[in-house]
């Protein structure tokens, strides 16, 4: 049987991801004053190199978003956030007309307890409320089959489960999720963090979720075995994260066979030192590289080589495959 491995450390990883982003925010990396909402530790200030890694994951995420909703056709679209901790996505695509569709429906998934905190934060925060088409606390949550508050509204469903059980994952999504419809699912920072047979059964359960041409995008820690890498492994683990599906998956062309095996038929990887040079917004690079001064290039080059953002996708479809930004 299925014995659960303790989570409040994996948990626990929203919050670091959520003060970071916050910090990037405040020096105008990018736009993004929703997480300073939701946090309620204040948050403290990052280093220029945990900003310019944060600056490199958002940004690489947010344009897969885009690119993914610019060429979707109408008709519906759907982009699902596994393991979503604090993150404000939603807000950012509903803030601005040019990114929102109003076809889409957004979903989150995070374990009750991480569900529960943002909801709270949330419910705090009336001036958000809009956003998501409703205007009082009733409108506001709705009541899940196990007695637990979710977020039902309109365009935004932030549901609970344990993910590393497809039965659970599957019964969540039971909130108006469309088979039928283009889908793109992100995985930031979420796989590494569990056992690679529980993220090998979301990524085969995201490929088989849907009918329609959909893709995946994850964002985590890669090659393990090198000085750096076992660097990194050894002090997260000391923190109680440990990259639990590292070694298993250790090098992109593993991450690549990986995808490819569970029913997705194209995937494109690249590591953050390409992604921060060939893939962003060079424009974008110089304007942030004039907010902090950093002389930490070594080091730099070195973190950004152990992290990679892979976009895998399937359907006959051309413009799917044209999502990827590598
Ligand atoms: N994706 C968010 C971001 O990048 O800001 C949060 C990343 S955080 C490092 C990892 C998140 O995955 C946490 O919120 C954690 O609770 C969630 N998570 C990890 N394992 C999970 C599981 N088995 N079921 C549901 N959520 C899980």
């Known amino acids: 049987a299925f014995r659960r491995p303790p989570e409040e450390t994996v948990q626990c990883t929203h919050l670091d ?8 925010a405040k020096l105008g990396y990018f736009h993004d004053p929703y997480t300073d909402q939701l946090i309620r530790s204040r948050s403290t200030h990052s280093s220029p190199l945990i900003h310019r890694g944060y600056w490199s994951r958002v940004e ?7 690119r993914f909703l610019q060429r979707a056709p109408a008709g519906g679209v759907q982009v699902v956030n596994l393991g979503a901790g604090f993150d404000t996505l939603y807000f950012w695509l509903r803030e601005d007309p040019q990114r929102w569709r109003e076809d889409l429906v957004y979903f989150e998934v995070d374990f009750p307890e991480v569900l529960s905190k943002k909801i709270s934060a949330i419910s705090r925060r009336q001036n958000l409320w809009p956003m998501l088409d409703v205007t009082s606390m009733e409108e506001l949550t709705t009541r899940s089959s196990t007695g637990l508050r979710e977020i039902r509204t309109k365009h935004c469903r932030m549901v609970q489960a344990d993910m590393r059980i497809t039965s659970e994952l599957q019964q969540a999504m039971d909130v108006g999720f469309r088979p039928d419809v283009p889908t793109l699912f992100i995985a930031e920072c979420v796989l590494v963090y569990m056992q690679s047979m529980h993220g090998d059964g979301i990524i085969d359960w995201a490929a088989k979720a849907t009918t329609a041409p959909s893709a995946m995008v994850i964002y985590e820690q890669t090659n393990p075995h090198d000085r750096f890498g076992k660097v990194m492994v050894k002090n997260l683990a000391e923190r109680g994260c440990p990259l639990l599906s590292v070694f298993d998956y250790p090098s992109m062309e593993a991450q690549k066979t990986r995808f490819l095996e569970r029913g997705w038929s194209k995937c494109s990887v690249a590591d953050m030192n390409e992604i921060y040079s060939r893939h962003l917004d060079q424009s974008e690079v110089e304007r942030i590289q004039k907010l902090e001064l950093m002389d930490e290039f070594e080091e730099w080059h070195l973190i950004q080589g152990h992290y990679f953002v892979l976009v895998a996708s399937k359907g006959e479809d051309g413009w799917v495959q044209s999502v990827s930004l590598l």
């Open 17 to 24: 991801a959520a003060m970071a982003k916050a910090s990037c």
């Open 60 to 66: 690489a995420i947010r344009s897969t978003v885009l």
